[in-house]
């Protein structure tokens, strides 16, 4: 096994079994004028992590181990959206309502995209996700198994929703875990931290974290 130094711990994997995921990083989330900013967010936190998520995909991409995309979005006619959700808070727009980037948060409108700095590559697989979690309602597990992946290093927004949510099911799906530190970021820093230190707390209880140089250290 090659290891990742991080903590609470060194992190085992094997380069032919480890696949890096990114989570949600789309317009929506990081743009004035999206999701993530309709909701009273600053979005400037998340626009600052945009270099190190791609140096960590690079890295991913040099050593020629997987890059999996997620984006949260819905389909046009909303049939995958709970009014649980819909209604949700109190933003200036809701999901589904015409935005300054199109549609919010659905599937093919411009706000919805991933950011171009970090776009998938042809072959890359992408995952469209209505909820939180990666795994709820899409095919994340069968590719997983089919590329015979077994350690997931995670990247991406926002730390305690989204990439906590699906590193948390992973978890439990048996998958070892590893969140690259400075390349996830929340609109809270307090609940960036509280997330990491609960994620890697009590002997990795869900996973293990590691700064992106200690991970391109470990995969190079
Ligand atoms: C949120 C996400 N925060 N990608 N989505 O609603 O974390």
Redesign the pocket.
């Known amino acids: 096994m090659a290891e990742i130094e991080a903590q609470p711990f060194a992190f085992a994997f094997k380069p032919e079994t480890t696949a890096l995921i990114v989570?949600?990083m789309q317009r929506d989330?990081t743009e004035p004028g999206g999701f993530g900013a309709s909701l009273g967010n600053d979005v400037s936190r998340i626009t600052a992590i945009v270099p190190t998520v791609k140096r960590l995909i690079e890295g991913f991409r040099t050593a020629g181990l997987p890059v999996i995309h997620t984006m949260?979005c819905h389909r046009p006619d909303l049939s995958d959206l709970p009014p649980a959700k819909r209604d949700r808070g109190n933003p200036s727009i809701r999901i589904g309502d015409v935005g300054p980037m199109g549609r919010v948060l659905i599937a093919g409108e411009p706000g919805t995209a991933i950011l171009d700095e970090l776009a998938p590559l042809p072959g890359e697989t992408v995952i469209e996700k209505p909820g939180?979690g990666a795994f709820y309602a899409t095919g994340l597990g069968d590719d997983l198994k089919r590329i015979g992946a077994r350690q997931l290093v995670f990247a991406g927004?926002?730390t305690e929703?989204?990439v906590q949510t699906t590193m948390r099911e992973a978890n439990d799906r048996g998958y070892e875990c590893l969140v690259a530190e400075d390349a996830t970021e929340s609109y809270f820093p307090e609940f960036k931290a509280a997330a990491l230190a609960m994620i890697r707390a009590q002997g990795a209880i869900v996973g293990w974290t590691a700064t992106t140089d200690q991970v391109l250290e470990g995969i190079a």
Do not use: M
């Open positions: 989570i949600d989330f949260e939180k927004v926002t929703v989204c």
